[in-house]
Each structure stands twice: as C-alpha cells, then as structure tokens.
C-alpha cells in the first residue's frame, strides 16, 4: 500500500546514503554523482556546522516551524533565526552544485530528509523538553514537514528536469521512538514509548501526500519493516549488519509486497588495511545478501532488480578518498549481484 509512486526500475544499483565528508559542496555533488551511475543523490555535508547536520536541514524544511540552536542541542522558536538561514543557504548551495553535476541528466535521483519521529526526537520545544513527548507538537511538525517536502520535490524537479526523484526518510530514532528509549531533554529518563499505531499513521500521512516513492532508511537495530510496509514506502534502506534471523519473514515479505530492499553491505568508514572484506572484494561483500535470497526462497535473477547496494550508514565520518572508493565499491556490489545472483 504504497502513495501510489513505485521506486523505478533499476538494475544492478547503488546509491548513497546521504552524508559525505568535507564541507566543499561541488567536490561532493560530483563524487555522488560520478561515483554511481544509476541512482546518484544530492549530498550533506554536516562537517559544515548547525544547519548541515541531518537535524538542522530537516528543520530548515519545516514551513512556518522555526528551531535554533542552543547548548544543549535544537530547540523550536518563534522566529527564524540564523541557523534557518544558514540551513536555508547550505541547502541552496548543495542544490546549486548538484544541479551542475547533472546537466541533461535523465534517470532516477535520489535526495534525503530527516523524518517526523526522528525530528520530535531531537528538538526541543520551547519550554525545554523534547516535541515527542507532546502529541500535537508531532502531528505539528509531521504536517509542516510534508508541505516542506513538496516544495523542495518541486525545486529538485525545476532544477533537474529529467530526474524521476526519490525521497529517503531518514528515521534513525524510530526504533528507539517505539521502545520508549528516547531521553528526556535532562537526560535522566525516558520517554514514554510511542503507539506503533500513531507513529504508523503520521508516516502514512506524509507518505500519502508526496509526489515521489518514499525509501525510509534506519541504520539502527530493530527497524520496523512490517510498520514501514503498511506506512506505505516503496523501499526500506537498512545496515545489513544489524538483521537477525527473526527479521527474514519481514523482509520474506516485504519483497513480495513489492518493497525495495536497500542493503548497506559496504563500511562507512575508513578500514584498517586488510580487514574489510568488502574494499578487497566487492562481490564478496553481499554474499551475505545472496544467502539471504536464497534462503527467503526468490528467485535469483530478481536479486539485482530487488535490491540495491549503500554503505552501511553516511559517510560523513570517513576520509573524502575512502568516501569515494566506498560509492565506487556500492556500485561494484550491485553489479555483481546481477552478474553473480548465485
């Protein structure tokens, strides 16, 4: 039950997660772009400061919700202050670049925002605690979110004209969001756990009223897939380190339902020298995701259509080199999984 919007049809793909390293927003546009001839994405780059991180660019989307920075993190204010139009001009900046990088450009593109369980969870309201513990401030910011996300769509789209856009989500506080694990803003308890009902609701409420398939990534343990599934995604992006056995039927079904699988299957960060299988080896690195295939019981042919390959998680951390040699390995990995189902 998707918005209506199927991811495209890609073969032997891979993309980014989202974040890259160094704040030079050019050197980053052609590194996703040049790297990864299938599914490029448009950069962050959160080295930059307030407004670059995940955090502050989802809140320089929200339309008519306004958030600073403070000692202790984001929190929501009255007006838009200088970390807004910071965000707004990094987003500008980035856009800009990637708009270069893509001249003539038909194909699918990829571009990424926080979502609206993993922003409650991180920005305070005004008297001091996090929006997650007030309902209404969450169906506030899932709503201001939603029209945020249809302009910046419309602006992708003017800029990049033949570009078929993906959204990621990206909600890695949602399993801790469902547990009851998220602090308070005092950092002392917990918050109390969010009805799988409610967080299912406000996601499919977005998803439903954007032009575009919508991929949630997490790269947590635990990620919800059957809660994503009914939401209404069209691909779930997880590290595929992080899956246990009693995800398979999950997942089994997921793919049957016709859920894009995007597996991080290749480290973030940089490797020590000779211990990463997946920097020596591309195809070896996703011979986890063909016993995984096998087993579910699919046929092998579907492997490459099916699933797509990213770095476990964004690469803001790594080294601007290994930054690229990890795209360059995703697109590597995804290949041989259509040369080599088996």
Same mark, same amino acid.
């Given at each position: 039950?998707?918005?209506?919007? %199927?991811?495209?049809?890609?073969?032997?793909?891979?993309?980014?997660?989202?974040?890259?390293?160094?704040?030079?927003?050019?050197? #980053?546009? @052609? &590194?996703?772009?040049? #790297?990864?001839?299938?599914?490029?994405?448009?950069?962050?780059?959160? #080295?930059?400061?307030?407004?670059?991180?995940?955090?502050?660019?989802?809140?320089?989307?929200?339309?008519?919700?306004?958030?600073?920075?403070?000692?202790?993190?984001?929190?929501?204010?009255?007006?838009?202050?200088?970390?807004?139009?910071?965000?707004?001009?990094?987003?500008?900046?980035?856009?800009?670049?990637?708009?270069?990088?893509?001249?003539?450009?038909?194909?699918? +593109? @990829?571009?990424? #925002?926080?979502?609206?369980?993993?922003?409650?969870? !991180?920005?305070?309201?005004?008297?001091?605690? @996090?929006?997650?513990?007030?309902? =209404?401030?969450? *169906?506030?910011?899932? $709503?201001?979110?939603?029209?945020?996300?249809?302009?910046?769509?419309?602006?992708?789209? @003017?800029?990049?004209? =033949?570009?078929? /856009?993906?959204?990621? +989500?990206?909600?890695?506080?949602?399993?801790?969001?469902?547990?009851?694990?998220?602090?308070?803003? !005092?950092?002392?308890?917990?918050?109390?756990?969010?009805?799988?009902?409610?967080?299912?609701? *406000?996601?499919?409420?977005?998803? *439903? &009223?954007?032009?575009?398939?919508?991929?949630?990534?997490?790269?947590?343990?635990? /990620?919800?897939?059957?809660?994503?599934?009914?939401?209404?995604?069209?691909?779930?992006?997880?590290?595929?380190?992080?899956?246990?056995?009693?995800?398979?039927?999950?997942? $089994?079904?997921?793919?049957?339902?016709?859920?894009?699988?995007?597996?991080?299957?290749?480290?973030?960060?940089?490797?020590?020298?000779?211990? !990463?299988?997946?920097?020596?080896?591309?195809?070896?690195? /996703?011979?986890?995701?063909?016993?995984?295939?096998? *087993?579910?019981?699919?046929? %092998?042919?579907?492997?490459?259509?099916?699933?797509?390959?990213?770095?476990?998680?964004?690469?803001?951390?790594? !080294? %601007?080199?290994?930054?690229?040699?990890?795209?360059?390995?995703?697109?590597?990995?995804?290949?041989?999984?259509?040369?080599?189902?088996?």
């Amino acid at each position: 039950m998707s918005n209506g919007h %199927p991811f495209p049809d890609l073969v032997g793909a891979a993309t980014g997660v989202g974040s890259l390293p160094g704040t030079d927003a050019r050197e #980053a546009a @052609k &590194t996703a772009t040049g #790297a990864l001839e299938h599914l490029p994405f448009l950069p962050e780059l959160p #080295a930059r400061g307030p407004g670059a991180d995940m955090i502050g660019r989802g809140a320089g989307l929200l339309v008519e919700l306004f958030a600073q920075t403070e000692p202790s993190g984001w929190r929501f204010t009255d007006h838009p202050g200088r970390d807004t139009k910071r965000a707004h001009s990094w987003l500008g900046e980035d856009l800009d670049a990637l708009e270069e990088f893509t001249q003539g450009y038909q194909g699918a +593109l @990829k571009v990424q #925002a926080v979502g609206p369980w993993t922003l409650a969870a !991180s920005i305070e309201l005004k008297y001091g605690e @996090k929006a997650l513990a007030d309902p =209404g401030a969450c *169906r506030d910011i899932a $709503g201001s979110l939603a029209e945020g996300l249809r302009r910046h769509l419309a602006d992708v789209r @003017k800029r990049i004209p =033949g570009a078929e /856009v993906v959204l990621q +989500l990206d909600e890695p506080a949602l399993p801790a969001v469902l547990a009851g694990q998220v602090r308070t803003a !005092s950092g002392f308890q917990r918050l109390r756990s969010v009805d799988r009902q409610v967080a299912e609701e *406000r996601l499919r409420e977005l998803i *439903r &009223t954007l032009d575009a398939p919508v991929v949630v990534h997490s790269c947590a343990p635990n /990620v919800p897939i059957p809660l994503l599934r009914r939401a209404g995604v069209a691909g779930i992006s997880l590290d595929f380190s992080l899956l246990t056995d009693r995800m398979d039927d999950d997942l $089994g079904e997921a793919v049957e339902a016709g859920t894009m699988i995007l597996a991080g299957v290749v480290p973030s960060a940089d490797q020590p020298s000779g211990q !990463s299988t997946a920097v020596s080896d591309p195809a070896g690195s /996703v011979q986890g995701v063909r016993t995984l295939w096998r *087993r579910l019981g699919f046929a %092998p042919e579907l492997l490459g259509r099916r699933v797509l390959v990213t770095p476990t998680c964004g690469l803001a951390g790594a !080294s %601007p080199a290994y930054a690229r040699q990890a795209l360059s390995l995703s697109a590597r990995a995804a290949q041989s999984l259509v040369d080599n189902p088996e």
